[in-house]
């Protein structure tokens, strides 16, 4: 070997030392992966020179030492060829190998590398006959490696765009070409490794291979930062969880849509759907459930529509859509009855099976709106209307629908400030104990001082309170001012004096209702036993398990519960067992005829025998006839509750009402009736 060529083969050894090196600290910048197969490739080359430059001057050694780095030059070859390519493939696939396919990897490499490089030492005499049976070799290996590398690579990424990637396949495949005449070489015999030219044609590819792995990693960066662009800007125009355009985008597309409509003289809808109840189902199950079903639900809403219409995701449990070129306002109709039967189809979310309804308001352009705001507020509106009768249907939207909700409002905004001006009052009705003839407690109902109309009943507001969620506020209201109420009025009459409190709906579902209640209790040194707390049969039936569960914590308090308008609802007597209650309350609607249609005399009857055989107590509510008292006394009905006794009173009169109606005269009248 002459002194020129030696010092080349150091070069590429001392080159190949820096670009790995390189190629690690890119890769503690980066973090791929690919870049730190490609640092080892470029050592296992520069161990691979050193060797080539140290084998001839192992001629003479010691026995041993020229097997041993003949051996460590092949394995340190081949160790470059399977990083090189590993990296590559890693970089036209864009995901990483998985380690343990890597560690096999390079354990067969290894393996291959000694016995191969062993193989030929023995195999082979002379210095000669070696580096042209190991070319050989090792340029078959290389160059069918290296041209599939370079073929890969170009197929993958390089001909989508890019000059870093052309470069870097260009220079795989003139490695490979290179390799391959390397295996011509050594089939010949002509020990072409060793050859005066080839190792400055080695320091070109070498230079060349490294300038084609900065560039593919400058291009792979960029390309990163455009998908890390793009994704950034789908997440601003897109919901996170189903997919869907989001309200900024559904508006941009509705601005456009109305737009090219006008210039068209064309017709367009807006829907609003809304899923009922849906916090219900958040209570119950958890977000996770609820989110699958969101999905689900955004996947059939999808498939109910064109392609070219919008569906988006407005928020939460809302979604709006928006359809383009209708005819009629028909076609927005037949679109909403296809959406309501597609969502009453069940929903399997893990182990539950559940049943949900949408409701939906429909705005028209030009009709109901001319601007993208005005079309989605007044939609909004429509589906409010849709909620107002019953839900699971669609309302279209009309002009008397603004006029309705600017009264719901307004009414909300006085409930608002009647609860903070102390306009809320708190009547009593009494509860009738017909054996002992006498008071024995209290139903505490809610009144509202209202400005201009004077006093008015739940029945003007109730359903505002619930809509605009001041149920809360004001039902923790009503059981405190009520606990404490009694506390004073058992104290001032010496006597034990229960009271019933109505729960709604949304009160019932709260997660900190038993500590509401004990905190009522707590605070007015009220004993639990003579708190009652009233559900409405149907509120107990929406979700008995959930009501199962919050009864037993309710009672875990020692206070009693009441099932109120009992016969109303959907109940399931199978459930009703299982209800930890202690009283029901028939409800008035039955009451009123039930001297004089037999129908309800049956009904009372059955329930007031239901009761009794469950080992309930049974208050018959809305008595205002001296027959229907003496219907029920002969049931053995022995508690009543009605205006035959007294209306709801405010507290001062109900003081006076006990006072004076101590003996009850009314129930001394009825015995002397019947005698």
């Avoid at 080892?40 to 050694?61: R, Y």
């Avoid at 209650?581 to 409800?587: A, H, P």
Wanted: net charge neutral.
């Amino acid at each position: 070997m002459t002194r020129e060529l030696y010092g080349t083969l150091i070069a590429q050894g001392a080159g190949a030392l820096i670009l790995a090196l390189l190629m690690r600290s890119f890769h503690r910048h980066y973090g791929k992966t690919y870049l730190q197969h490609w640092s080892g490739s470029w050592l296992a080359i520069a161990v691979a020179m050193l060797a080539t430059a140290a084998l001839p001057g192992l001629a003479t050694a010691p026995p041993g030492a020229a097997p041993g780095m003949f051996v460590l030059r092949g394995v340190a070859s081949y160790f470059h060829i399977a990083l090189l390519i590993v990296g590559t493939v890693e970089l036209a696939r864009r995901r990483p190998a998985r380690l343990r396919a890597m560690r096999r990897v390079m354990g067969a490499v290894a393996a291959a590398g000694v016995l191969v490089s062993a193989a030929v030492w023995f195999a082979s005499e002379g210095w000669g006959q070696r580096e042209s049976v190991s070319a050989a070799v090792r340029g078959l290996v290389g160059g069918i490696a290296f041209t599939t590398a370079a073929v890969l690579l170009f197929v993958r990424r390089a001909r989508e765009g890019g000059m870093g990637y052309r470069l870097f396949a260009f220079a795989l495949l003139l490695s490979g070409v290179h390799d391959l005449a390397d295996f011509a070489s050594g089939l010949r015999g002509r020990v072409a490794p060793l050859s005066a030219w080839l190792p400055y044609a080695e320091l070109m590819l070498q230079s060349l291979l490294g300038l084609g792995m900065i560039s593919s990693l400058l291009e792979d960066e960029r390309e990163a930062a455009a998908l890390a662009s793009n994704e950034i800007a789908h997440m601003a125009y897109h919901d996170a969880l189903t997919g869907l355009p989001n309200r900024p985008l559904f508006i941009d597309r509705l601005i456009v849509a109305t737009a090219h409509a006008a210039r068209h003289r064309q017709k367009l809808a807006v829907f609003f759907l809304d899923v009922d109840r849906f916090k219900e189902i958040n209570d119950t199950l958890g977000h996770s459930p609820g989110d699958v079903l969101l999905k689900t639900l955004s996947d059939r809403i999808r498939k109910c529509v064109r392609a070219e219409d919008t569906v988006a995701r407005f928020g939460g449990d809302e979604f709006t859509l928006l359809l383009q070129k209708i005819d009629r306002a028909e076609d927005a109709a037949k679109v909403a009855h296809k959406l309501l039967a597609a969502v009453k189809e069940p929903f399997i979310i893990g182990e539950h099976e559940l049943y949900v309804s949408v409701s939906i308001g429909i705005a028209l352009y030009p009709t109901d709106g001319l601007d993208a705001e005005t079309l989605v507020k007044n939609a909004d509106t429509a589906m409010y209307r849709a909620k107002d009768h019953g839900r699971d249907n669609y309302q279209i939207y009309a002009p008397a629908m603004n006029a309705r909700a600017l009264e719901k409002l307004a009414l909300e905004n006085l409930l608002r400030r009647a609860l903070e001006n102390k306009e809320l009052e708190l009547y009593y009705q009494p509860l009738i104990d017909l054996p002992g003839k006498k008071i024995y407690g209290a139903e505490a109902l809610l009144r509202w001082h209202h400005p201009d109309h004077g006093l008015l009943s739940p029945y003007h507001f109730i359903s505002t309170l619930e809509s605009s969620g001041l149920i809360i506020p004001v039902g923790e209201w009503v059981l405190q001012e009520a606990c404490r109420q009694t506390r004073l009025w058992c104290e001032q009459f010496d006597m034990r004096l229960s009271i019933s409190v109505n729960l709604s709906a949304r009160q019932f579902q709260q997660p900190d209702l038993t500590a509401q209640v004990r905190g009522a209790l707590e605070a007015s040194a009220l004993p639990p036993e003579l708190l009652e707390l009233e559900i409405t049969e149907s509120n107990a039936m929406q979700n008995a398990e959930h009501s199962i569960r919050t009864l037993r914590e309710l009672k875990a308090l020692g206070i009693r519960m009441a099932v109120d308008d009992f016969g109303t609802g959907y109940s399931s007597l199978s459930y009703l067992k299982l209800f930890p209650i202690d009283t029901l309350k028939l409800d008035r609607s039955f009451v009123q005829d039930v001297t004089v249609d037999a129908g309800d005399a049956a009904i009372a009857t059955a329930v007031i025998s239901l009761a009794r055989t469950l080992n309930l107590e049974m208050v018959a509510e809305g008595v205002e006839t001296r027959e229907q008292l003496n219907f029920f006394r002969d049931l053995g009905c022995h508690r009543l509750q009605g205006y035959l006794f007294s209306e709801p009173l405010p507290a001062s009169k109900f003081e006076q009402f006990v006072r004076e109606q101590a003996s009850l005269p009314v129930l001394d009248h009825t015995e002397q009736e019947m005698r």
